[in-house]
């Protein structure tokens, strides 16, 4: 029933480590998805994808959008303990409402 | 200072009592939601407003009212509150360009109500 599911729900790694996060949804008509890390306090903005296929990047960070399988993956790479948050994926509907997912998670251990 | 700010950052209130959560905005953004976080479910949406005078309910609209009678704010009221509504709550604005929406949002620091 959930339009947009994260997987995993947490993830421990250790420093230097890649990992990669995972946001399927169903909806099929949407404008965008966004991803937001989130640490104490509000989340902040990382990533707005529209195209299918195009990987838009930020330092160790990196994320696709596949329109066809409906799922988008956020991937950091050399992980360090900052990048310790919980990260959430959103779809930006029509009217410019948001659905989040749950979220993933993520601690990176020294 | 710019931004969206939100107030009280904290507060606890007892079950039946009203609250009022307030959210203020300098950008003129034209879109603010209300957005409630609990462990497990997410950001689920309350209500959002998409103009002053113009709301609309969200994921989760019971038990809460809204009004946007001015552009920068958005206050959020429990008119009974229950211990159910123990939550985060977070405000967001987001710019419409044009025809340019990026769809991003601007959040508030979290409003952390508890419901004894």
């Known amino acids: 029933e959930d339009k947009v599911v994260q997987s995993p729900l947490s993830l421990v790694v250790h420093e230097g480590d890649t990992v990669t996060l995972n946001c399927s949804y169903e909806?099929?008509?949407?404008?965008?998805l966004l991803w937001y890390k989130q640490e104490k306090k509000a989340p902040t903005f990382l990533f707005m994808l529209t195209s299918s296929g195009i990987e838009k990047k930020s330092g160790r960070l990196s994320s696709i959008l596949d329109k066809k399988e409906l799922f988008s993956i956020l991937n950091i790479t050399a992980t360090q303990t900052g990048d310790s948050a919980v990260y959430l994926c959103a779809l930006v509907e029509y009217g410019n409402k948001l659905v989040f997912g749950a979220g993933t998670i993520l601690r990176v251990k020294s | 200072d710019a931004g969206i700010t939100q107030s009280p950052r904290y507060k606890i209130t007892e079950t039946g009592r009203q609250v009022t959560l307030m959210c203020h905005q300098t950008w003129s953004h034209s879109y603010m939601f209300w957005y409630r976080q609990d462990l497990g479910h997410g950001l689920r949406l309350i209500y959002y407003s998409a103009a002053a005078d113009i709301t609309d309910k969200g994921e989760v609209p019971d038990g809460y009212v809204v009004s946007r009678s001015k552009t920068e704010n958005f206050p959020l009221t429990l008119e009974s509150a229950t211990r159910s509504q123990t939550s985060v709550y977070f405000c967001?604005?987001?710019?419409?360009?044009?025809?340019?929406?990026?769809?991003?949002?601007?959040f508030g620091e979290g409003s952390r109500l508890t419901v004894l």
């Open positions: 909806v099929t008509n949407f404008r965008s």
């Open positions: 967001a604005s987001s710019l419409l360009r044009g025809g340019f929406d990026t769809g991003e949002l601007f």
